[in-house]
């Protein structure tokens, strides 16, 4: 069985302001899945001590106080927000973390995460783009902390890159950091000789490929490139940062992916999992604008998750 969080609260997030990141897309999400098939997780609250896992003492407090403060964006970025932002983040984050405990504590083989604000252009210090806190990296640097994992896969096929995340682990061996992205695109990161610095050297791997790619691209890099570092590297978690704008049709992106690549690309991704992490995996929503898009896309990657769980 896959497990879900999916925490309403999570709908409050920017209620009545035109934006692209919108309500709805909660709604949308949830409205296609087979949630008598799902084991549904309770909600929480992030503490601060599991933010300070990725996120700096100064952000947190500048973050909240923008937030609490009124201000229609963040003072360090571009995110729009409103007063009710903070308690969605934190609880949106709140949520994986569980999701975490349930994949690790063997609940569930996967899972998979319905949250906004999304989180991969958060860094340590800085909200960027639609994104307040960083989900996927919290996730796999709580996995470290709490559960003895040494080693995580975090695979991103949002069509925007995840320059939040790879900022975080950019000097650190022991989270890989994999990413297909159209370029040139928002936020003009991920370069395909970006890859990591120091001792992290070699565990980012970048595909910034041109508007109209899809399939082709996004599979062979995965099944030529991705699947042999992962037997030198041997996860034992396997999260992924679920963004589906790379889906054809999409307003913010020009990738052609259909709801069967989103299928087998999961596959591929479980199969990773299997060989290396026990089946272990967690997926984190991302993007995805067209609501219809959205749910097609979401549906096709939960029943692959099911179906092989």
């Known amino acids: 069985m896959t497990a ?19 309500p709805q897309r909660f709604d949308a999400v949830m409205e296609v899945l087979p949630l008598e098939r799902m084991l549904l997780l309770d909600p929480r609250s992030a503490t601060e001590e599991e933010l300070l896992l990725c996120h700096t003492p100064t952000y947190l407090r500048t973050a909240r106080h923008d ?11 571009d995110t729009q927000i409103d007063r009710r932002s903070w308690k969605v983040a934190v609880r949106a984050v709140g949520g994986v973390l569980n999701a975490v405990d349930a994949v690790m504590a063997g609940h569930t083989r996967n899972a998979f995460c319905v949250v906004r604000p999304p989180g991969h252009h958060a860094n340590a210090g800085r ?13 796999a640097r709580y996995a470290q902390r709490h559960h003895g994992i040494e080693r995580a896969l975090i695979v991103d096929w949002d069509v925007h890159h995840g320059n939040g995340t790879q900022d975080i682990f950019y000097s650190d061996p022991s989270v890989f950091f994999f990413s297909t992205h159209q370029w040139p695109l928002y936020p003009g990161t991920g370069r395909a000789d970006e890859t990591g610095e120091g001792a992290g050297k070699g565990t980012t791997m970048n595909f910034p490929l041109p508007a109209g790619s899809g399939r082709a691209q996004i599979l062979a890099a995965v099944e030529n490139s991705l699947m042999p570092a992962m037997d030198r590297f041997r996860p034992e978690l396997v999260l992924i940062s679920a963004g589906f704008d790379s889906r054809i049709g999409d307003q913010l992106g020009n990738f052609t992916l259909t709801d069967d690549d989103f299928s087998d690309l999961t596959l591929r991704v479980m199969e990773l999992a299997g060989r290396h992490a026990g089946g ?19 549906s096709a990657h939960v029943e692959a998750l099911i179906g092989r769980a």
Do not use: K, W
């Open 280 to 298: 272990r995996l967690v997926s984190i929503l991302e993007g995805g604008y067209n609501l219809e898009g959205l749910a097609r896309a979401t």
């Open 67 to 77: 937030i609490e403060a009124g201000y229609g964006q963040l003072s360090t970025g």
């Open 127 to 139: 909200g960027m783009g639609f994104c307040i806190l960083n989900n996927v990296a919290l996730a």
């Open 4 to 22: 879900l969080s999916a925490d309403p609260i999570c709908r409050e997030h920017l209620i009545g302001r035109p934006h692209p990141e919108r």
